[in-house]
């Protein structure tokens, strides 16, 4: 089993920045693809970025050029920072893990760790 667990969320103002980091503990030899899902109240999970073992990312559109996605594989550690952050950004952001390649879809994730709340106000 795999465990992750998040930190770095809170609330930022419009503009601001913030950094989430998900430490990943247990069974890590199995995992590859990692990433970052949010979820707004009342709207669907989505895909924010995913990075793979060898560091090949993956962003949604709506944060290109703002988010950042990278990994520490020593610290079995993969960080978000977040900057220009919108108040369209608020939601509960999750650290999702697979043992494939690639992660895109939240069905690929097979662990999750629990979410960090980011809240941006205008």
């Known amino acids: 089993q795999v465990q992750l667990v998040e930190s770095g969320g809170g609330l930022v103002q419009a503009g601001g920045s913030l950094r989430l980091s998900c430490a990943a503990s247990?069974?890590?030899?199995?995992?590859?693809?990692m990433g970052w899902y949010r979820q707004a109240p009342g709207k669907q999970r989505e895909l924010v970025a995913t990075?793979?073992?060898?560091?090949?990312?993956n962003y949604v559109d709506s944060v290109k050029g703002r988010f950042t996605i990278s990994r520490d594989n020593a610290k079995n550690t993969v960080y978000l920072q977040m900057n220009s952050l919108k108040p369209g950004d608020t939601a509960v952001y999750y650290c999702?893990?697979?043992?494939?390649?690639?992660?895109?879809?939240?069905?690929?994730?097979?662990?999750w760790g629990q979410g960090t709340q980011v809240t941006v106000s205008s």
């Open positions: 999702a893990a697979s043992r494939r390649f690639f992660l895109t879809t939240d069905r690929e994730a097979d662990y």
């Open positions: 247990g069974s890590i030899f199995s995992i590859n693809a």
């Open positions: 990075i793979t073992s060898s560091g090949i990312t």
